[in-house]
């Protein structure tokens, strides 16, 4: 198919850069570039936002049904759409297509939950103390427009679950998608234009990252920022909301411990972390990325999992059967050679992959190692990619305690056969997403987000439309 460029998207219409600047956007699979997306300046970005204050009064007062009603419609044409929209995801992000349209189906699960959610955007009445002439409620009011910024690995997934509760809420949405992922976000936010959402509702912006955060973020439109990407980068833009008084949500890095126990099932612990390991080639913000296995298992563990790796399919993410594409640019490969070299440098042992393959392109062999020391980087820093890294352990305690080492706290695994392990692993493993014994499963009914330095917030279940509304105390006395 022919991958389209992308316009921004402003008060209900697409549109180029006034200036005509464009950025180019490549295809991971083979480093060339396929179109272009437009970059916006001052003058976009102060439209985008005189149409996102116009949108939010609209929004704000239409009844929750109406407003489900076009959200359901949404979520139904991103279904009908799924299998074409598939196909621009992986040309410029790479995942394998079967991925590509989960994302997108996904999506209009996700759509549809917020949608029926916004119903249940309940307010209270309170007893008075001193007079049953007064009556006391408690409102609950959309927050306002919202600058939403999000990241390539997911570009659908990762827009949906900001647009889909602010838009439950009643507030206005101004995306910033990633620059090299641009069209398969502008396939979503097309879904909502034509289920008729009023103009100014949705926003779509590309251009410099930091220009337009630091932009939107101070201006008095904007009442809310929600961001998806990097520690680094999130508490920058956290720091920069706090000097507004801006509320945020943060869903920042992880570094997802696996930590595998002395009674855990081996075969079962390798098929589900391996899988999730590997999906989207390791550029996944819950990963498993550090495996901790109890000593006495340690070697079927990792023969098992050099046994997984080494059965991978990788390729173009468009050629049938492919079950890794490739890393979504070129910074990633130097990333993943530079900790396996360091790993390696360090003591590790290298049992499979740990090499680019071939020359054009990014792709990266499955690699696993093991007997990693602490020190290492890949232990420390946030690999986000196709590398696992294996640590032994003695003690369920030792493992919990390496588990909880890093200041990251998205997700984490565990794999036991006993009740008790399982409540221990709940009660202290110090991250905001756990799954016991089965692969990551967030659902929209599902709180998603992390604590510690991963972030604040959720981006899923009734919770996440919290973060987009005001609470108010209003009392009336009867006179």
């Excluded at 602010?166 to 620059?179: D, M, N, P, Q, T």
């Excluded at 080494?310 to 079950?323: A, C, R, Y």
């Excluded at 990619?385 to 294996?390: L, S, T």
């Excluded at 089965?438 to 604590?451: D, H, L, R, V």
């Amino acid at each position: 198919m022919t991958y389209p460029d992308t316009q921004l998207f402003i008060n209900g219409a697409w549109l180029d850069a006034s200036d005509g600047r464009t950025l180019a956007v490549l295809n991971p699979a083979t480093g060339q570039e396929i179109g272009c997306v437009a970059h916006a300046g001052k003058a976009e970005l102060d439209q985008a936002l005189q149409a996102a204050q116009k949108g939010f009064e609209t929004w704000r007062d239409m009844m929750p049904a109406e407003r489900s009603k076009i959200m359901r419609k949404a979520a139904g044409l991103m279904r009908e759409r799924a299998g074409e929209i598939a196909q621009v995801l992986t040309l410029e992000q790479g995942k394998p297509l079967i991925e590509a349209k989960g994302e997108a189906m996904a999506a209009a699960d996700l759509i549809e939950w917020f949608a029926e959610e916004g119903f249940r955007v309940y307010g209270r009445i309170v007893p008075s103390r001193t007079s049953l002439a007064m009556r006391q409620m408690v409102l609950k009011d959309p927050v306002g427009p919202v600058a939403a910024f999000t990241p390539w690995n997911f570009p659908i997934n990762q827009v949906v679950r900001k647009i889909g509760p602010a838009l439950a809420a009643g507030c206005s949405v101004l995306v910033k998608a990633a620059e090299e992922t641009p069209a398969a976000p502008a396939a979503l936010i097309r879904a909502f234009a034509d289920a008729g959402l009023p103009p100014g509702v949705l926003g779509l912006v590309y251009g410099n990252p930091a220009e337009i955060s630091s932009y939107l973020i101070a201006h008095p439109v904007i009442r809310k920022i929600t961001f998806t990407g990097s520690t680094p980068v999130g508490k920058q833009l956290a720091a920069m909301a706090g000097q507004h008084m801006k509320r945020c949500t943060m869903e920042l890095g992880g570094h997802a411990p696996a930590i595998v126990a002395e009674d855990a099932d081996v075969a079962l612990a390798v098929k589900t972390a391996g899988g999730a390991k590997f999906r989207n080639a390791g550029q996944v913000c819950i990963s498993p990325t550090r495996f901790l296995v109890h000593e006495s298992i340690a070697k079927a563990f990792a023969d098992a999992m050099v046994a997984h790796a080494k059965g991978l399919s990788v390729g173009d993410g468009l050629s049938e059967g492919t079950q890794m594409g490739p890393l979504a640019n070129a910074r990633r490969i130097t990333a993943m050679a530079e900790f396996t070299q360091d790993a390696v440098e360090r003591g590790a042992t290298l049992l499979a992959g740990g090499m680019r393959i071939g020359e054009s392109g990014n792709f990266w062999q499955p690699t696993v190692l093991a007997d990693v020391p602490q020190g290492a980087r890949i232990l420390n820093d946030e690999p986000f990619g196709p590398v696992a890294a294996i640590q032994r352990f003695n003690t369920l305690d030792e493992a919990i305690a390496e588990a909880n080492r890093l200041p990251f706290g998205l997700a984490g695994y565990a794999f036991t056969r006993s009740l008790k392990n399982a409540d221990l692993l709940a009660r202290h493993v110090e991250v905001g997403m756990l799954w016991i014994n089965m692969p990551a499963m967030p659902s929209a009914e599902m709180p998603f987000g992390g604590i510690k330095d991963s972030g604040y917030g959720s981006e899923g279940g009734p919770e996440a439309l919290e973060a987009y509304l005001n609470v108010r105390s209003v009392a009336v006395m009867n006179v």
